[in-house]
């Protein structure tokens, strides 16, 4: 079963990577950028069966920092 887990930093947490896409996509002409925040995928092969509660605490306990950190989970259908 794949699995894609979306990380992001929750408001209010600085951004440096986020802002650093932001100016550099500014230096290439891309002027009408509001804002930029950077977050990561990851995407798990999980086995049959593998419950949402397993799946919830590999997020809570490695995969996200829960305290700067969102995270979102999604099962992919074939």
Known sequence: MKTRIFVTLKGGV????????????????????????AGKLIELDLADGTSDDDIDAMCKKLLANTVIENYRIEKVTA
Not at 19 to 31: D, N, P, Q, R, V
Request: aromatic share 4%.
């Open 14 to 37: 600085l951004d440096p990577q986020g802002k650093a896409i932001h100016h550099a996509l500014e230096g290439l002409g891309f002027s009408g950028v509001n804002d930029v925040r």
